[in-house]
């Protein structure tokens, strides 16, 4: 019987190895390997973990249950990796979008077995861990930009364009927008686990928030601002206290918006997303029936637009087409009606956060995704069986 539970146990830890290294890109890191473009430990799970994971699944006597997020996957995964080699994709960009879809079955398929508290626990080990890897990579970003307080009033009072010192010298990514992506997708996972386990998380959010203040991305900050706001009104609807308060908070938002708006609509970066929008609109017209339905390929804005799109959807339809576009959807509510829209909140912020900025490594949003259906399906069935 012990050996039985040695052999059963060892089902979940190649997820739970995908689970942890997820996010753990060190792409600012020298590397003169052409196949793996540098040394992220993600990328070295990824090849040597699909491996095992095959071979695991020829030895073994029993089929996979295919669900439908599973299927969306596999399906999102071979068009994604097949038609851009055909219409010239950049193969780094595409590589990390096919993680997303590789990631997320393989931590499904292997976890979704697990019970709640072996999940939760896998949950915390990965917070744990992505705010180790996190603090490194802000110290290191931090210590590397030269006058630390010059660069933040400049952030602060938005003049100049010193304070993109601060944004520089990632050691995991190509600049602290991915940074504050990475942190704000585990500090609303971490709010999604204290909803269901009734912890507090304090150290973990308290921490999470300074990452994101310290990686002075405006995308991500407006985006969890935004999220939070919505949260609280619609977590408290039906409470007396919030029409009384309604008409302050209007008043409020009214009085604190305004700047930040004309801020905003000041912003030469803000000016950029508009003209890609633009760009996009005028690509529209010119573009051929081939380039509508499957795209110019991961990195063909810039080629064919001159600006990099960042936006996730104008990203996905021009590059990937109307097809590429619509399977993204679909997996995405497909996710959104198996966790009955607990997740709701992390792919709005994925959507506002994405109207400026587009991350294509984040294979680690998508295990988030994973664990959260894992953890919605296990609280239904213990539902059912009490």
């Known amino acids: 019987m012990a050996v039985l539970n040695r052999k059963t146990n060892l089902r979940p830890m190649l997820g739970t190895i995908f689970v942890i290294f997820s996010g753990f890109y060190l792409s600012s890191i020298p590397w003169n390997i052409p196949i793996i473009t540098n040394p992220s430990p993600i990328y070295f799970v990824a090849l040597f973990g699909s491996y095992f994971y095959i071979i695991s699944r020829l030895k073994s006597p029993y089929r996979i249950k295919l669900n439908n997020l599973m299927i969306l996957a596999i399906v999102a995964f071979f068009y994604f990796s097949i038609f851009q080699m055909f219409i010239g994709g950049d193969l780094n960009m595409t590589a990390n979008i096919c993680l997303w879809f590789i990631f997320f079955f393989v931590v499904y398929e292997r976890l979704s077995r697990a019970k709640l508290k072996s999940i939760l626990r ?8 992505s705010i180790i890897i996190l603090s490194i990579e802000a110290l290191l970003r931090i210590i590397n930009s030269g006058n630390l307080i010059k660069h933040f009033i400049s952030f602060i009072l938005g003049s100049g364009t010193e304070f993109y010192q601060l944004k520089r010298n990632s050691i995991m990514f190509a600049d602290s927008n991915s940074t504050a992506f990475y942190a704000s997708t585990v500090l609303l996972f971490v ?18 928030i300074i990452l994101i203040l310290l990686s002075f991305s405006r995308a991500s900050l407006i985006a969890l601002i935004t999220i939070y706001l919505i949260k609280l009104i619609f977590s408290n609807l039906r409470k007396l206290w919030l029409l009384y308060l309604l008409p302050i908070l209007l008043g409020v938002s009214i009085f604190v918006f305004s700047p930040i708006l004309q801020y905003i609509l000041s912003d030469p970066s803000f000016r950029i ?3 890609i929008l633009q760009n996009t609109a005028d690509y529209v017209g010119s573009a ?9 390929g991961f990195g063909g804005g810039l080629r064919i637009l001159g600006i990099w799109l960042h936006n996730f959807l104008v990203t996905f339809f021009v590059e990937s087409g109307i097809i590429g576009i619509s399977i993204i959807l679909a997996f995405l509510i497909a996710i959104i009606k198996k966790t009955k829209g607990k997740d709701g909140y992390l792919i709005l912020f994925l959507l506002i956060a994405g109207f400026s900025f587009f991350p ?25 069986v009490k």
């Open 360 to 384: 294509y490594a984040i294979a680690y949003f998508f295990v988030v995704l994973a664990l959260m259906c894992i953890i919605e399906k296990e609280n239904q069935r213990i539902k059912i």
């Open 273 to 275: 997303k508009m003209n």
């Open 191 to 208: 709010s999604y686990l204290s909803d269901r386990t009734n912890k507090v998380y304090f150290i973990e959010k308290l921490i999470l």
């Open 122 to 129: 896998i949950s915390e080990n990965f917070v744990i861990f």
């Open 288 to 296: 051929n029936i081939r380039e509508l339905l499957f795209g110019i």
